[in-house]
């Protein structure tokens, strides 16, 4: 037997179907935490958000009308949550250097190899090292893989003005990870 | 002038350098690769530079993909929370 989708557990759990739901939370729990850990001040924030965001699911289930992925109507959900927390990290703040700026940071120029590509550790602290716009458009765009339009209505902005954020949060990207492998 | 004003196959590097995710992504007309196909070609500086761009990208996409688990103690904590509701 096929494992039912998104759209028929949401459909069940609607109708008050408990265990239906747990499947979907069972399916959804850890890549909704990894986002909300990635703009949450702190760990604690962002539990709570994530069990305000699957009660409101639980409470909303029927509203979810598979348009879009169910995985980008629960990561809308958990990102209100937290926003409605008032306690987003702290990120520092983006600034906007010229795009050369960024690409001789990131090393252009540089006749060199990258080491550590294939350490998770390695790329979680480069991760960590960016801004929170920069981090949320590439958990969502390049870990969820979720579509451009998708991502671009998440985040309020226009596709252009997304493709424009990633490039730049993958510049910024390969500049961290030179400073994590370079130390 | 800096050394991303240099102009090869008709396009300078700092012109590449803010195409490479549109040439990456495949959002690029035809016309408009093929000058970027043109420019690697002949600029070791952009190759070089696009595989250690496209590598990193490849690396975040294939390692971290998956989500790690959820902590056991925050999962029961979550189950808790939704059977008050
Ligand atoms: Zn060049």
Known sequence: MSEPDDRRLLLEASLGDRGAFERFVQRHEAAVFRLLRSSAADEADAEDALQEAFVAAWKGAGSYRGGASARGWILTIARNALRRSRRRRVGEPSTFEPLEELGLQAGWGRDDTLEGLARRQVLDRAMQMLGEEEREVLVLRELEDLPGEDVAEMLGITVAAMKSRLHRARLRFLAALREVTDE | ?85
Do not use: Q
């Open chain 2, 1 to 85: 002038m800096s050394d991303l004003d240099r102009e090869v196959a008709g396009i300078r590097c700092r012109e590449v350098l803010k195409l490479l995710s549109s040439y990456l992504d495949g959002d690029l007309t035809e016309a408009e690769a093929r000058r970027i196909d043109d420019h690697l070609r002949e600029c070791d500086r952009c190759e070089h530079f696009g595989g250690r761009f496209s590598e990193a990208v490849a690396a975040l996409r294939h390692e971290l993909s998956r989500a790690a688990p959820l902590d056991p103690e925050v999962a029961r904590r979550l189950r808790a929370r939704l059977s008050d509701v």
